[in-house]
């Protein structure tokens, strides 16, 4: 079986892969705000959310680290 990056991880599809999203007027959420734009609540910055696989090899990994 063969594993490719693309199975564990895509392209956040909030903010597609920026990490960031504009910020929005009057909108009060919890999270980093810098002028202009918040970080993405999605993937938390990171431009990628981790797929049902990925969550599972990510748990995998921490469990028997
Ligand atoms: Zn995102």
Redesign the pocket.
Known sequence: MTIALDDLEQQ?W??QGS?RLPAVDGERKDGERTAGERV?P??GGK?VVLTALGQTLLDFIRRHL
């Open positions: 956040c909030e903010c990490g993405c999605k993937c431009g």
